[in-house]
């Protein structure tokens, strides 16, 4: 099983600041890596898939990089409606697809 | 685009549970669905997965040979029948649509349900 570590488990920004978010996969899982906000309450997001492809209805605000083992998710000049945890999630190895432990974004 | 969910319930160990999900706004025997669950303590866990077509399906370790997957395509309906119910299956299930973007998208999930609350205890 694909192990996924996200850091910083919290994220301390400002409105109108950037942040960046990183995961770290135990091997290798291509580009095949999704993000998601879950704010509370809600359930969780899609944001991005591919590593780097928004979904519909996404801000440009919010993009990804990276590949093989190494992620980042940037969220530029942040809004309030951001402040969120966001999660990563690899497809590469199956089953099971394995998420992140989360990373919160607080004001 | 929508996927509704039954209401969760307390259960006591070694107990039942079945769960359902009616899906709208899409066609629903296209998609891959999955279940996912989330505690505190262990953040986001996949469950289980269905093709399309129900032919297929696949189970996290931790709940193989307790769960079953099973979808009603004349229904629009996907469920979860959870047995042998144990104190560490009490989370909150989701219910989810595998993406359709291509090659391995239908293994992320672009539409969430509400969630229900599972609860197993004595």
């Known amino acids: 099983e694909i192990v996924m570590t996200q850091s910083p488990a919290t994220l301390s920004v400002s409105p109108g600041e950037g942040a960046t978010l990183s995961c770290r996969a135990s091997?290798?899982?291509?580009?095949?890596l999704a993000w998601y906000q879950q704010k509370p309450g809600q359930a969780p997001r899609l944001l991005i898939s591919?590593?780097?492809s928004r979904a519909t209805g996404i801000p440009a605000r919010f993009s990804g990089s990276g590949s093989g083992t190494e992620f980042t998710l940037t969220i530029s000049s942040l809004q309030s409606e951001d402040f969120a945890v966001y999660y990563c999630?690899?497809?590469?190895?199956?089953?099971?697809?394995?998420f992140g432990q989360g990373t919160r974004v607080e004001i | 685009v929508e996927l509704v969910q039954s209401e969760g319930g307390v259960v006591r160990p070694g107990g039942s549970l079945r769960l359902s999900c009616a899906a709208s706004?899409?066609?629903?025997?296209?998609?891959?669905m999955h279940w996912v669950r989330q505690t505190p303590g262990k953040g986001l866990e996949w469950v289980s997965l269905?093709?399309?077509?129900?032919?297929?399906?696949y189970y996290a370790e931790s709940v193989k040979g307790r769960f079953t997957i099973s979808r009603d395509n004349s229904k629009n309906s996907l469920y979860l029948q959870m047995n042998s119910l144990r104190g560490e299956d009490t989370a909150l299930y989701y219910c989810?649509?595998?993406?359709?973007?291509?090659?391995?998208?239908?293994?992320?999930?672009?539409?969430w349900g509400q969630g229900t609350t599972v609860t197993v205890s004595s």
């Open positions: 591919g590593a780097s």
């Open positions: 999630q690899q497809y590469n190895d199956w089953p099971p697809v394995t």
């Open positions: 989810a649509k595998g993406g359709q973007s291509g090659p391995g998208s239908h293994l992320y999930m672009d539409v």
């Open positions: 269905i093709s399309w077509d129900g032919e297929s399906t």
């Open positions: 706004g899409f066609t629903f025997d296209e998609c891959t």
């Open positions: 091997q290798s899982v291509n580009k095949n």
